[in-house]
């Protein structure tokens, strides 16, 4: 551990690359959590699994996000992760950067063909989570990207139910825009 290694993430850098700790981490999850993008690169042209998930189902891409690492975000979405599966939470990387505030892996995320309408074991979209989290830029994005601004929550909440009870006018009109643009945009959907 002299140089920051550990038996995993040496295991890892010489092919062993499936290894993972008692809770489920891999090489990958623990340097992409770290910050450490020479290691995930290297072990990504290793052929890392880049899907593995720890026991609370997060992955190298969740972590990354959650931990605001820009470069790891990058690396992973090119080499193609999975950014649509669900943590034991049901959140994904989309809703995960929604959720931290992390406007800028939004946009990557969504270019990428993240699946904007996935709903977490609360039934709240990246939409829903934008406008509990008074995310407007982020909300922005969502809705020019064509979210459902429709779906309901385990309460039966839409996104525009919680910004009107809430009286969030301003995200009510991001919303009412994003309304009519869906409607104009309906039929060559």
């Keep these: 551990k002299q ?16 290894v993972k700790e008692l809770d489920g ?27 593995l998930q720890n026991n609370y189902g997060d992955t190298a891409l969740m972590l990354a996000v959650s931990f605001r690492h820009k470069d790891i975000v990058e690396e992973l979405v090119d080499k193609g992760a999975n950014f649509d599966l669900q943590n ?3 959140d994904s990387a ?12 939004v946009p990557k995320l969504i270019r990428a063909g993240a699946n904007l309408d996935l709903q977490n074991n609360e039934g709240d979209s990246a939409v829903i989570v934008a406008v509990m989290e008074d995310e407007k830029n982020i909300l ?7 979210s459902d601004l429709n779906l309901q929550n385990q309460e039966n909440l839409t996104a525009m139910m919680i910004a009107s009870r809430d ?23």
């Design 3 to 18: 140089y920051g290694d550990t038996a995993l993430t040496l295991a890892a850098t010489v092919g062993h690359t499936f």
């Design 25 to 51: 981490d891999s090489a990958l999850i623990l340097a992409a959590r770290d910050g450490r993008t020479d290691v995930v690169k290297e072990l990504t042209e290793a052929g890392a699994n880049l899907s």
């Design 88 to 90: 034991q939470d049901g």
């Design 94 to 105: 989309l809703i995960l950067a929604v959720r931290s505030g992390h406007v800028i892996f």
């Design 140 to 146: 922005r994005h969502l809705v020019r990207a064509g």
């Design 167 to 189: 009286g969030r006018t301003d995200i009510v009109y991001i919303l009412m825009r994003g309304e009519r643009i869906g409607r104009d945009i309906q039929p060559g959907r």
